[in-house]
């Protein structure tokens, strides 16, 4: 199993480009969540799914939207990208949310985004 | 929602001395508290957890131990090795009302010393 993949490793965008950040799980896993990672800070949570279609806000949503078609995805869209975007992000996976069976989560290795 | 502090943001010990880290939440409806362990460049790995009907847990070099009722947590290791330098993070779930996942602090730089 490769575990939870993100794609791409590192990437440089203008202010106002718009872009995809890639999020893949091959462990069968219902949840699935985005988180930034600011430097000096702990992991805020973006938006999560607790499956296929379905997609929930978390603390710090907005200028992000996802989608969730399959149960394997997860893409994390970035339309109007800002400064304040700049950021490490995560995304992670579990069996089942922590709501509901104290699931632990499996991350990835992390997108770097510079927006400039 | 959650709040969680994490103290101290960096700490130096000795290779083979004792490493303690502190964590404390803000809502005592939490009831799920896992460690991470970030080495440069990679996602947050999972080390312990510890769930609210538990006071301690051990993994080899690995303890946590939980207080309910002052709401904090603590992350113990032993015998610290190098390969142990990392950032740590601690964790909160959310309780429910608020989303599904995890609250975490700002993260303890562990550095070991030869």
């Known amino acids: 199993n490769a575990g939870v993949t993100q794609t791409p490793k590192f990437r440089i965008l203008k202010i106002g480009q718009s872009m995809t950040l890639q999020c893949t799980q091959d462990?069968?896993?219902?949840?699935m969540y985005w988180y930034r990672q600011d430097p000096g800070m702990g992991l805020k949570l973006i938006y999560y799914s607790v499956g296929a279609g379905i997609t929930d806000k978390g603390e710090v949503p907005n200028g992000y939207n996802v989608s969730r078609s399959t149960t394997e995805d997860f893409p994390l869209r970035l339309e109007l990208a800002a400064p304040s975007q700049t950021s490490v992000y995560f995304c992670?996976?579990?069996?089942?949310?922590?709501?509901?069976?104290?699931?632990?989560?499996?991350f990835g290795d992390g997108t770097r985004l510079s927006i400039l | 929602g959650e709040n969680v502090e994490q103290h101290p943001s960096t700490l130096s010990v000795q290779e083979g001395d004792s490493a303690v880290i502190k964590c404390t939440y803000s809502?005592?409806?939490?009831?799920?508290f896992p460690w991470y362990k970030q080495e440069l460049g990679k996602g947050p790995q999972l080390i312990i957890d510890i769930r609210s009907n538990v006071g301690e847990k051990k993994d080899q070099r690995i303890a946590v131990t939980l207080n309910k009722t002052a709401k904090h947590f603590s992350l113990h290791i032993t015998e610290t090795q190098p390969e142990d330098s990392a950032v740590y993070f601690c964790a909160a779930s959310n309780s429910g009302g608020g989303a599904d996942g995890l609250t975490f602090g700002k993260g303890t730089h562990l550095i070991i010393q030869p």
């Open positions: 462990m069968n896993h219902n949840y």
């Open positions: 809502d005592s409806a939490s009831n799920y």
């Open positions: 992670a996976s579990s069996y089942l949310g922590v709501l509901d069976s104290n699931q632990p989560q499996h």
